[in-house]
């Protein structure tokens, strides 16, 4: 194990941008994306490029977290396309709970870390990933937070591909709906594309067919007849409930453990091979 870590840190070392260790970057703009997500865009101190990276990759990032008085080191999945220039993570706020130590990583980077100050990233790493050689069509599920290494996928299949796609999102409603408006207009002009929104707690203001299009949870065998494309590759990002209950839906639509890939945060628990952070 110790010997193919170390192989993978000679390949990111050695790679167009990449680098060993920590490197400093710059935030050179964040947006709120959500009452809670929030992208902060990072390009390097040195004024180098960047390393290309698969989409679905993520990096870790060293904070600082004054209450604990020391560093703590997250991983977050990248949220853009390879562009060369910088990387775009998008952080969400967890709720702090003082005896788990949990939310202080993401509250001090969305209350403190602002236009012009530094933090320190890793090359990007994880297996979890989109595979760029394949031609099939492409069905992406999420829930949450699990949208941001689908959005690098997504970006970057528009981009460089003709692949079919469809992109199934599942959240609260329209206040922590995430780039809805942006996703929006992408499928607006990308008719290979198609979007389907579940929200299971609707603000009075939200307009079925406009802002969402099923009330509920993901449910995947409600709208068989949208994700059922012949070949297609399922990418599976959110929490572990979510993602084991679309593994199971899929399986009992019939579509095969090798066509379904996953990112867990945590073990593997929904008995398929999982692409792990």
Not at 51 to 57: K, N, T, V
Not at 181 to 196: F, G, M, P, Q
Not at 242 to 252: G, I, K, P, W
Request: charged share 25%; with cysteine.
């Amino acid at each position: 194990l110790i010997a193919a870590a170390a192989a993978l840190y000679d390949r990111a070392a050695a790679a167009p941008g990449g680098w060993r260790g920590w490197r400093n970057f710059v935030v050179r703009h964040r947006r709120q994306e959500s009452e809670l997500i929030t992208s902060f865009f990072l390009e390097p101190e040195d004024g180098e490029r960047v390393a290309d990276f698969e989409p679905g990759q993520y990096v870790s990032v060293a904070v600082d977290v004054p209450r604990l008085g020391l560093q703590q080191v997250r991983q977050y999945s990248l949220s853009d396309a390879p562009n060369g220039k910088r990387y775009r993570i998008s952080v969400t706020r967890e709720s702090e709970d003082a005896q788990r130590d949990a939310g202080d990583v993401s509250s001090q980077l969305h209350d403190h870390l602002n236009q012009g100050d530094l933090v320190r990233l890793t090359p990007p790493f994880g297996v979890f990933h989109l595979d760029m050689q394949a031609t099939t069509p492409v069905v992406l599920v999420s829930s949450g937070a699990g949208l941001a290494p689908l959005v690098s996928m997504l970006k970057t299949l528009l981009k460089n591909t003709e692949r079919q796609l469809v992109f199934v999102h599942g959240t609260c409603n329209s206040s922590v709906h995430a780039m809805k408006d942006r996703i929006s207009a992408v499928v607006e002009t990308n008719r290979r594309l198609t979007s389907v929104v579940f929200y299971d707690a609707p603000l009075p203001t939200d307009e079925p067919g406009y802002d969402y299009d099923h009330e509920g949870f993901v449910d995947l065998r409600r709208i068989e007849d949208q994700i059922m494309v012949p070949h297609a590759d399922y990418y599976v990002c959110g929490p572990i409930p979510f993602m084991r209950m679309q593994v199971e839906a899929l399986r009992s639509l019939g579509v095969q453990d090798s066509r379904i890939h996953c990112e867990a945060f945590g073990t593997d628990v929904l008995g398929i091979p999982l692409r792990e952070r």
